[in-house]
């Protein structure tokens, strides 16, 4: 079969030919019709992820949509390497193998997925999240950060703020769902005080952070509380993405004088039995309502040339 495959962490994908994959026990043969290029896609190919292997060669992608054996058609992911989902054929985990509703398309769950994913399983199984809360997005303005604001507000969040920095996609959340905008590229000492005043005025209960790096430092400082104060409401902060930096300084005291928790959402944090809900939670919302969401879809054979794409908004969506 044609696919996309990963020779070494330091180069690109390069289309060519790979062996077939065959299901074993527990497993599902896939015809793919579409697959996204997220973020964990790259970083699991340039060996950045904590899921990377070293084992090469493998074929780039995590989930993807298509046809089964009997023509049903379904989302899936999570294949057994060295076999992804950037190919003809791919290998779907039956608990991970959902119907798709006619609602939809075949594109947009390949590109939506995984972005949706990302808010909403930290919004359900890692922050217990309740209608009447109210949710920060940090980094509110690239592809998973625009779902997250409006699945957020779906979910009945009686707040949402959205924190980025493109001023354009900041200004299109406000009809998105977004009841406040903070620019990040404020100067420190503005930042920090816009965002302390949002907390004082009317609480955050949880943080979606896709950044990390210096936007959570600045975050974090505009909670700490100065004086000897009671905690007055508990905040859940869900770190998702590394964007802006991998690691971060974290006083002491941030921890010591607020109600704060630290959590992480992802594979490995959230439990195989958590993650299939979510999706199918997921999908039941976009097909009643679809997502304002931007998809280009690119043949697979270009992906060498496409892979090093910047993201503008838009997720890339390949096809065989």
Not at 183 to 199: P, Y
Not at 281 to 308: C, D, N
Request: with cysteine; charged share 20%; aromatic share 8%.
């Amino acid at each position: 079969m044609k696919a996309a495959v990963i020779h070494s962490y330091d180069a690109p994908p390069r289309y060519g030919s790979f062996e077939d994959p065959v299901a074993r026990e527990g497993e599902r043969a896939v015809t793919i019709t579409a697959a996204g290029l997220h973020p964990i896609v790259k970083s699991l190919a340039n060996g950045s992820h904590y899921g990377s292997t070293g084992e090469f060669p493998f074929v780039a992608g995590v989930d993807g949509v298509g046809k089964l054996e009997d023509g049903s058609r379904v989302y899936f992911g999570v294949s057994r390497g060295p076999f992804g989902t950037f190919a003809e054929r791919g290998l779907a985990a039956n608990w991970l193998c959902l119907p798709l509703p006619d609602a939809v398309d075949d594109v947009t769950a390949a590109g939506i997925a995984n972005p949706g994913m990302s808010s909403l399983l930290a919004l359900t199984a890692r922050a217990k999240f309740v209608a009447g809360e109210s949710v920060l997005v940090l980094g509110a303005t690239g592809v998973a950060g625009q779902l997250a604001v409006q699945i957020a507000k779906r979910m009945g969040a009686r707040r949402v703020i959205a924190a980025g920095r493109n001023p354009e996609v900041l200004e299109k959340l406000k009809g998105m769902g977004a009841d406040a905008v903070i620019s990040l590229e404020q100067e420190h000492g503005a930042l920090v005080a816009e965002v302390r005043r949002e907390w004082a005025a009317d609480g955050v209960d949880v943080v979606l952070d896709y950044l990390w790096g210096k936007p959570a430092e600045m975050v974090l400082e505009a909670i700490a509380q100065k004086g000897l104060r009671t905690a007055t409401s508990r905040m859940r902060y869900v770190q998702i993405g590394e964007s802006a930096g991998r690691t971060i300084a974290l006083p002491a005291a941030t921890l010591r004088s607020t109600a704060l928790e630290m959590l992480g959402s992802g594979f490995g944090s959230a439990s195989l039995d958590q993650i299939k809900p979510a999706l199918e939670e997921f999908f039941k919302l976009a097909a009643i309502e679809p997502f304002q969401f931007e998809t280009k879809v690119v043949p697979l054979r270009e992906v060498e040339s496409l892979w090093g794409a910047k993201e503008q908004g838009v997720r890339l969506v390949f096809q065989p």
